[in-house]
């Protein structure tokens, strides 16, 4: 009896000892303006072992109840927020202040975290947020991510992105243009994704129509990435290979990679051609290769929490041949006996591209942010067509453009931005350029031709809130200096554009919205040397042509309810002084060039949907309708587009199915073929994906070309077919391996800057 009385007294000894006691760990979220901070993400962990995490309240507050005593690493994070890591030791109750600095007010405020992200979108003036599920958060690469967006059109496999109508966008990271390569981004840091679809005319210079904004959390221990990926088609068509490799922490990042993309294309040209009282008939066979290499490295350097420096270094190169053999048969009304030939093209491009770009943002204070950035890039291009025409009773034709152009600019950016006590934002900056191009034209006569232009662009922008309306105005100044041979040149163009945004709840929006820029001529456009070397066509650019000035004015409905989000508007567009394309008979030969014309009005409805399916994905439909009003007609036509991406287990089922069956110009009319796409992705395991992807599904690459201007005598019609374009399967892989180098101890991990330290009560 006694020995069991020792043993329940010794077994009590040894339990009580170990029952740990535990605490409440209470604490307050607030900004540098005095705000709290709703729905911050609070982790709290120990040995890098989660031990718990909570949301902030809407008054900011947070509070685990129970709590085991010893040292922990609390970690507050919001994506309009710069994060807080600090290591705390826990031996009572304890009641915390946390103070957390913004990212950037160029990021949209108006966003709620809850469990189910991807069913939460808010807008504002500024555009839209939307959240990644936890699927897409889970993805290989930031390009498979960011396919569940339903603003943006993602290729993950050829790694392109653009704007759901096809408009080029601009990446911006943590409200930054740092001009880094995507590859590096892991989806799993991506807290929001603001699509800014009417952005200020800060970005309306490089002729961005929209931004994207990807809200990253912070690096808070050394870590290392490896992205490998390569498509192929299975005979080797096409193919795109991709290799990166970064490393850093929460000070420093640095990368490497290059990618390959290479093409090998095979067509069947059907032309017909009435010049004045010419005609001629010819049938092509085209072949032609492409490849294209990108190589850099770049990073970024963070030495504290007021300033940031990115860089990024690149060179690419681009070369192409082609080779095309035909036949045809020209003819006279005059004489009505055509004349058989043989022809053969030769075609042969080569570019070469040498880009720095240098970037520092410097955190003066909590209201006042200012940053500068340095390009510069040189392009040299060398090109090389020749036609040769052999026929009977002894025709011949022969002609060559060959062309050696070097193109160069150079440019400097200052920003600076002030938040006020209201939290509304005033900014103004400046973009000072200078480009250079010269054209030598190598043919039988020896020509050259040049152009410079300084370009000085000053901008002022304001943007702010009052319950629930909120709005954007800014506007800016282009002062250009042109030099086009021996003319000279200055004009200035004003650029404005305009957001005012209404919430009526939380499911319901409507915003108005305005722009006005200016789009320069391309410098194909301004060389006045002829660049064809067809028979019965001349193409040569105007060296006196004017940048043209577009005018948009719509009104954008949203509604964000449960698992849809639907985007309605409709948009006005006026187009002043574009170049459009002219022509002019002389000798039974066209001559195509280019002047302002006075106008033309666009009026686009249209309409995007997604639905998200719950634990199986989303899918997405977007259309609409483009009537264009032209001085000498006026026509319109649909297009629609259906993109879906579904999941099940390790597979994710990814298709497109892109409908727009005509498109027009004024003295033109083109037809298209149904763009159909789906793809298959395996994640085999944690680091592989393996994946499939099948292009021209409903019908192969085919399109249709008409010209037809009936006051100067002249029509063409070109039907052009690609045969290897129909079911092309390409295979691949990706491989993503993600070290996290063991970190620095805890106690060095607190931030030092005072605007965000962590404060105890």
Sequence with gaps: ?????????????????????????????????????????????????????????????????????????????????????????????????????????????????????????????????????????????????????????????KRTLSAIDGSDVVVLINGMQTEASLETIDPTDIEAVEIIDNPPVKYMKDGFSQ??????????????????STSQHVELQTGYTSGIFETGNQKYSFYVGCNWFYNRDSGIDRNFQRSGITERTQYWDRYSRMSNYVTGFGGDYLPNEKNYLSYRFQYSSYKTRGTHDGTGEIQSEEDNQPVAYTAEQRVKDYSQSYVGYVYHRWNMNERNTFEQSLKYYYTPTTARNRNTETGDAGYFYFNEANNDVHQQEASYNAYFMHTMENKNVWSAGSNLSYLSS??????????????????????????????????????????????????????????????????????????????????????????????????????????????????????NYQLYKGRWFLNAGIT??????????????????????????????????????????????NISLYGGY???????????????????????????????????????????????YTNTQTALYWNVSRNWTLFADLRYIAQRAEFDFWTNNEKEQYYSHINRTFPDRHFRLEIGFQLTLRNKVKGRKTEKLQIQDPSVRLLQE
């Design 626 to 672: 483009r009537h264009v009003y032209w001085e000498t007609r006026d026509k319109g036509w649909f297009y629609t587009q259906l993109q879906w991406m579904l999941y099940y287990k390790q597979f994710t089922w990814t298709g497109l199915v892109n409908v727009q069956p005509y498109t027009y110009s004024e003295f033109g009319k083109n037809k298209n």
């Design 1 to 157: 009896m006694r020995f069991f009385v020792l043993l329940s007294l010794l077994i009590t000894l040894c339990v009580v000892p170990c029952k740990a006691q535990t605490y409440a760990l209470q604490g307050m979220v607030t900004d540098t303006l005095k705000q709290t901070v709703e729905n911050a993400v609070i982790s709290l962990s120990r040995n890098d072992t989660l031990v718990g995490s909570c949301l902030t309240d809407a008054k900011g507050i947070y509070l685990f109840s129970e709590v085991k005593a010893g040292k922990y690493v609390l970690s507050v994070s919001h994506f309009n927020y710069r994060p807080l890591v600090e290591a705390i030791e826990l031996n009572g109750n304890k009641n915390l202040n946390h103070v957390i600095c913004p990212i950037s007010q160029i990021n949209l405020d108006d966003v709620v975290v809850t469990a189910d992200r991807s069913n939460v979108i808010r807008s504002n003036a500024m555009g839209t947020t939307f959240h990644l599920s936890a699927r897409a958060r889970k993805s290989r690469t930031v390009y498979n991510a960011l396919q569940e967006i339903p603003l943006l059109q993602v290729d993950p496999i």
């Design 572 to 617: 006005y567009i006026h187009e002043k002084d574009m170049p459009n394309i002219v022509g002019v008979m002389s000798d039974n030969v066209y001559t195509r060039t280019y002047e302002n014309k006075d106008k033309q009005h666009t009026l686009n409805p249209s309409l995007n949907m997604r639905y998200n399916i719950p634990k199986w994905g």
């Design 438 to 555: 010269s054209i030598d034209n190598l043919s039988a006569v020896s020509q050259s031709f040049d152009y410079r232009k300084w370009n000085e662009y000053l901008y002022l922008s304001y943007s702010g809130s009052w319950k629930n309306l909120s709005y954007m105005a800014s506007a800016g100044a282009d002062l250009i200096f042109n030099k086009t041979e021996q003319v000279k040149d200055h004009y200035v163009r004003l650029k404005f554009a305009g957001n005012m945004h209404y919430r009526f709840n939380k499911a319901n929006s409507l915003r108005f919205f305005t722009n006005g820029y200016t789009s320069t001529p391309s410098i194909s456009l301004l060389n006045p040397y002829n660049t064809s070397t067809d028979s019965l066509q001349i193409v040569k650019g105007n060296p006196e042509l004017k940048p043209s000035y577009i005018t948009n004015v719509g009104l």
């Design 211 to 228: 931004v994207i904004n990807l809200k990253l959390k912070r690096k808070e221990r050394n870590y290392q990435q490896l992205n490998l």
